[in-house]
């Protein structure tokens, strides 16, 4: 208690006396934990990462090519193939000259008691029906430009992971960056506090306010450090590469609504196309296929006497009435159509929402901007002005942390608004589907 009132006595400007409470609970706490400032910062309570996620600047590197280099390793990149070579499969089926596989059949027949062999042979080729061959063609034509527009449709998501990525880099930067510049301010704030408490012009208070300030801004520091550990690592998970470019910022494109050139709207509508020329693929096929036979007979006797005859025979099979299979067929197909017809229809309201989300926060941060550059331009002017005034003993510490606490906020808040800006102009050229 004689303590207590020591400190009181030596403390007596107003805006300490809330320091006389929290040293009372100082108090409490081991003696190791006050006594001595370098016993507070011992390497115990440094910030300690286990692992460090290294991503280099690259300046040959693009952020077209970074895309580029991401598509070819992208999961989809499999499945985009496979598209590629049914079209492939599609179209060698569309350039044959027959409906299918023709067939050769060859037979053997003896009857014993009239002493005769038979022998036939015969040629069974499929034919493309009426329009049949034109309605595949269209088939391949569609599957081939639906691969094509499946491609720039994932190349445009793929687009949309990388710009995120590396703009979540870029403010997990701002933020680590800003609160290294913040740990060294307070380390030398502690030690000009110490200095001052030695000399007898501070209370001891002032420096185990300090302290707690500064292991603050190492707790800060650390979880800044691993906020931007995360970033690194999703970068480098989406894209497979340690390597980013030097510069990936994007000039804000004209458009002003999502148009029917979208990527993702392009690609959904080669699907329905496709899905259509399917059911007219089948429709062309009717009833069935038409076959034309074409065969010989050889009948030969075993007797020297008898003659050899050869004969010639060809024939043409024509289905019919098959309508009631090729329906289920047709509707299984039309199932599909109407179903990509309805997540068009969602894809596009989609669409819009992520457009209207986009302007908006670009214009929502266009403001910001201005605002935090001026609010970080008056609170830089005050915090002069309170640490002159700290210097000469008119505030105390706690005002003085105060007004720096704010200047440190509008400081990074100014940071951030010009990275989110830059951020929101890319998000932007996302949502109305441009490519960087």
């Known amino acids: 208690m004689f303590f207590l009132s020591f400190i009181r006595k030596r403390v007596a400007h107003p805006a300490i006396k809330g320091i006389t409470f929290l040293l009372a609970m100082l108090l409490l706490i081991p003696e190791v934990a006050y006594s001595d400032g370098n016993a507070v910062l011992g390497e115990h309570v440094k910030p300690v990462v286990d692992h460090m996620d290294s991503v280099v600047i690259d300046k040959a590197l693009t952020l077209p090519k970074l895309i580029d280099l991401t598509m070819e390793k992208y999961p989809d990149a499999s ?38 062999n038979y022998g036939t042979a015969n040629i069974e080729v499929p034919l493309w029906n009426l329009g049949q061959r034109d309605a595949q063609h269209e088939l391949a034509n569609q599957a081939d430009t639906s691969a094509q527009l499946q491609a720039a449709n994932v190349k445009l998501r793929v687009a949309g992971l990388v710009r995120g990525a590396l703009w979540g880099m870029a403010l997990a930067k701002i933020r680590y960056e800003q609160t290294q510049i913040e740990l060294d301010v307070y380390g030398k704030l502690l030690a000009n506090i110490k200095r001052r408490a030695e000399s007898g012009d501070l209370p001891r208070a002032d420096v185990l306010l300090a302290q707690t300030e500064l292991l603050q801004k190492r ?13 690194r690592k999703r970068y480098s998970s989406i894209t497979q590469t340690t390597k980013m470019p030097s510069n990936f910022e994007e000039n804000l494109v004209p458009l002003k609504e999502i148009g029917q050139t979208h990527p993702a709207l392009i690609a959904i509508n080669s699907q329905i196309d496709r899905k259509q ?35 010639f025979n060809v024939g043409v099979n024509i289905p019919f009435g098959g309508s009631a299979h090729t329906q289920p067929h047709i509707a299984a197909i039309n199932v599909e159509l109407n179903k ?18 986009a302007e908006h926060n670009l214009e929502i941060n266009k403001v910001e901007l201005d605002n935090a550059n001026e609010q970080k331009k008056v609170s830089e002017e005050l915090l002069k002005m309170t640490q002159l005034a700290f210097s000469v003993g008119e505030v105390g510490l706690m005002d003085l942390l105060k007004i720096q606490s704010r200047t440190e906020q509008a400081i990074l808040n100014a940071k951030e608004r010009a990275v989110m800006l830059q951020r929101d102009e890319a998000l932007y050229n996302q949502a109305v589907g441009v490519m960087p």
């Open 79 to 116: 499945w985009l193939n496979a598209l590629e070579e049914e079209a492939k499969a599609l179209a060698a089926r569309s350039d044959s000259w027959t409906a299918g596989a023709s067939q050769a059949i060859f037979g053997y027949q003896t009857i014993s008691t009239f002493r005769l």
């Open 219 to 231: 707790s800060a520091f650390t979880l800044a450090e691993a906020e931007l550990m995360h970033a």
């Open 277 to 311: 020329a399917e059911i007219n693929a089948v429709k062309a096929i009717g009833s069935g296929q038409t076959n034309v036979i074409a065969g010989i007979l050889s009948d030969e006797g075993t007797d020297y006497r008898s003659n050899k005859a050869e004969f």
């Open 340 to 357: 990509l017809i309805a997540e068009r229809e969602q894809l596009y309201r989609d669409l819009e929402q992520a457009h209207h989300e």
